[in-house]
């Protein structure tokens, strides 16, 4: 890749990246020399120039679609870009590093800056922020898009499931109130088996051979549980 900083133009002073340290790969802020607050100014055209041309995010894109807007950054602050837009435009943003971590079942945004998530022990508020409430919407749209569902303002509420399994609801305003709100439940992909399920307390003594003459007998049975308990996706069979 061409280099592009300080040293490649004489005289003309660059411009600065700013990364907020409590934000995720979603929420860098690009600074030029006078303009602190420009970050999603300045993805937003970067944007803008890429879906022109139809271009995928590469380093070398990004980096003519930064200096189209008369910005010249370092390598490293161009890959930032790069990560974030590749983010936005396949991934989940900010809220990557949340739903890779395996403790995680729940992930609830209810602003750019309140997002939420549930490790088995209700829900506790992360340092993840977007940079707007744009942002939000915008990834809100995307994953509905990904499940073949509509989500805009003539039909601002969606239940869908994503191609991993992840269970998405989101709603936008002004049925939620102030900001786009998205829930992801995380689907796991390992089973337990019963004896792991007896060994946690999940099966009472005696329920391990009460449930394997159910599914001996293929009966019908009904699992019930709380929010979060995995009651939705029985996947534990009978040895």
Do not use: K, Y
């Amino acid at each position: 890749m061409s280099r592009v900083g300080p040293d490649s133009t004489q005289g003309h002073r660059p411009a600065t990246v700013g990364v907020r340290t409590d934000a995720g790969p979603g929420a860098v802020e690009l600074c030029g020399p006078q303009e602190p607050a420009t970050g999603p100014a300045l993805l937003d055209a970067v944007r803008v120039r890429l879906a022109e041309t139809g271009a995928e995010p590469t380093p070398a894109r990004v980096a003519a679609a930064l200096r189209s807007q008369g910005r010249l950054l370092g390598d490293r602050a161009v890959l930032r870009v790069v990560q974030t837009l590749r983010s936005e435009m396949v991934g989940t943003g900010p809220l990557e590093p949340l739903l890779a971590d395996p403790e995680v079942t729940d992930v609830l945004v209810t602003g750019p800056e309140q997002v939420w998530v549930d490790r088995g022990d209700g829900l506790e508020r992360t340092g993840i922020r977007f940079p707007d409430a744009a942002s939000v919407r915008r990834l809100a749209q995307r994953l509905a898009t990904s499940t073949g569902r509509r989500l805009d303002d003539a039909r601002p509420w969606v239940d869908a499931r994503l191609p991993d399994g992840t269970r998405m609801h989101a709603v936008l305003p002004p049925v939620a109130v102030g900001a786009t709100c998205l829930s992801l439940r995380v689907v796991r992909p390992r089973a337990f088996r019963l004896d792991e399920l007896i060994a946690a307390g999940t099966v009472p003594p005696g329920g391990d051979r009460l449930l394997g003459a159910i599914l001996n007998a293929r009966l019908s049975f009904l699992v019930s549980g709380g929010t979060g308990s995995g009651n939705p996706e029985p996947s534990s069979r009978h040895p």
